[in-house]
């Protein structure tokens, strides 16, 4: 089967990882504290922002059809109250770029960075980011919205309470670890948890001086409730910016989503997972045009929780288990609950061997198909990600790209999953 007349068949990135020079935003601060837990600072990056003729137009001549990318609101209002036109231009040539080439743009508000001076100011747990976030979506809508049809507002905007939920594990397996300084094993593990510790005091006082707290409320930082729900009115906010702007804009969230299995036992856990990271939402998304689906993996649950992956599973660089099936299974148990349109807009892997990239990409397509067959309102893919780039701490290690760039040169290679991906839009 093929893809119904106008499916997208994307690829994604995010300002941040791509562009380079991101000189205003939080993350630019962060990675260049001296007790950074960044690898290497993103820096140039793959110098997207003077390259994106090249990059959208490999894209199209591989034959896809949508780019989604992110306008980088560090750039657009780098001081509070203080709007750049010239950046609207960039993004305004990047939008006509992509139609001069037949590629639907899908644009996102934000992906992950924000303005650092946002982060003085409170950052995601201040009550006065919505409106800050509204009036910037408005702004944005203002000068770009007669030329989109698409707008995320927000990427990932449960990735607070994941991040959350991850800290209090690892915290908790930290303490085991100190405690059991003496048992044997364990002892290389508390030096380095006494060595950890000591660098996170240095890295607060550091954060202290650029923001004015030790603990400073960036986007991607363990959330409280108050604050995961926070993240959701701002969605909401500026959606309606957006719409009393351009009623018929196409506006959605998107979601990181895995594919919650239960082992025997693991029922219980496994569902408050999906509540915890979809259906609490449903309330603030409900009537939203469409929801962005991102999918990489699979978690299995037991009767004690999360469990790791199978013995003998292939892992990817991110050390998550290879498992394109998953994707169809968001899909599905998503569509049970939420009925606007579907965009898969990130599912990818990070894999040495692009052979396997094509093996995933050809295996999670399968998936989506059967359940574009089956009626669901799935309306494109976006594959994670156009080209190698900055995987945020992990620096440049990870490629998830269909294209390699040579960092030294900037110079682009396409892979051949590339062209693999754009034959089904073909
Ligand atoms: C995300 C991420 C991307 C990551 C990707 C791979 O939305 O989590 O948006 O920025 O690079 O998920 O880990």
Redesign the pocket.
Known sequence: MAFPKGFFIGAAT?AH?VEGNNIHSDYWAQELLPHTSFAEPSGLACDHYHRYEEDIALLARAGLNAYRFSIEWARIEPEEGKFDEQEIEHYRKVIACCKANGVEPIVTLH??TSPAWLIRKGGWEAESTIEYFRRYAAYVTEKLGGELRYICTI??ANMGLQLAAISKRYMLMAQQAAQAKSAEGTVQVGMNFEKMMENMKFAAMENAQVFGTPQPQIFVSSRTAEGDILVFRAHQAAKAAIKALYPDMQVGITL?MHDCQATEGGEAAAAAEWDEEFRHYLPYIQDDDFLGV?N?TRTLFGPQGQLPAPQGAELTQ?EYEFYPQALEHVIRKVAQDFHGDLIVT?N?VAVADDSRRVEFIRQALAGVERCVSDGIPVKGYCY??LMDNF??QKGYAMT?GLMAVDRATMERHPKESLAFLGSYAK
Request: avoid cysteine; charge should be negative.
């Open positions: 995010a990882q992906h992950f990427n990932e990181s991102q990489y991110m990130e990818g994670w990600s995987e945020w998830f």
